[in-house]
C-alpha cells in the first residue's frame, strides 16, 4: 500500500511541474529599436506606433533619453510601424511579420521635416438687430367689462389693439 501511495505522489509532482512549466510559454511578441536622425543623434520623445493588421489594434510608445523604445506583448501577426515627432518627416514600416516569442529590432532614421505654415482666421459674425417691430397692448379688465362684445366670441377683443384689422387672413370661413 506504501509503494502505491508513493507512485500516487510521484505523478502527482510530475504533474505540478509539467503544469508550471506549460504556463510559462510564451504566446506573445516584442520590438524594440532606436530612433535617430540622419546624422546619427538619437531622438528622444518620439511617438513609436505599432499597428495590428488584422485586428487594427495599436500599441504606442515613446523614445526614451537614448532615443529608445520597446513595445511589449504585441499579439502575432502582420503589423504596420511608424514614428513621428513634430519637426521630423514620419518614417513608416510595413509588412513586418511577427512570430510567436519573437523580439525583433527594428531601428529609425528620421528626416527633417519640411516647414509648414497654419493659418488660422477668427472672424465675428456683426450683430444683426432685429427689424421687426412688435405691437403690443393690454385690454385691462374694465374694458372688457365695459365694452360691448359680439356674439360673447372674446378674440374680438383684440381688434382694440393698434394695428389690428379684421379680415378672414386667408381662412375661408
Not at 540622419?38 to 518620439?46: H, K, N, T
Not at 487594427?56 to 526614451?64: A, E, L, W, Y
Request: glycine share 10%; with cysteine.
Amino acid at each position: 500500500m506504501n509503494r502505491r501511495i508513493a507512485h500516487a505522489l510521484a505523478a502527482l509532482v510530475c504533474l505540478l511541474l509539467l503544469a508550471r512549466t506549460v504556463d510559462a510559454q510564451v504566446t506573445l511578441a516584442a520590438m524594440r529599436g532606436k530612433v535617430t536622425d540622419q546624422q546619427g543623434a538619437v531622438i528622444p520623445g518620439a511617438t513609436v506606433t505599432a499597428r495590428h493588421v488584422a485586428t487594427n489594434t495599436t500599441k504606442v510608445g515613446v523614445t526614451d533619453q537614448l532615443g529608445q523604445y520597446y513595445l511589449s506583448n504585441l499579439p502575432a501577426g502582420q503589423y504596420e510601424v511608424s514614428v513621428e515627432l513634430s519637426g521630423f518627416g514620419t518614417e513608416r514600416r510595413t509588412g513586418l511579420v511577427l512570430q510567436v516569442g519573437q523580439e525583433i529590432g527594428l531601428d529609425f532614421k528620421l528626416k527633417l521635416g519640411t516647414v509648414e505654415e497654419t493659418v488660422t482666421v477668427v472672424g465675428e459674425t456683426a450683430l444683426v438687430e432685429s427689424t421687426r417691430s412688435a405691437i403690443a397692448t393690454v385690454i385691462k379688465k374694465e374694458q372688457i367689462d365695459d365694452l360691448p362684445v359680439l356674439e360673447r366670441d372674446f378674440s374680438s377683443l383684440a381688434l382694440l389693439a393698434p394695428g389690428v384689422t379684421s379680415g378672414t387672413g386667408g381662412y375661408a370661413a
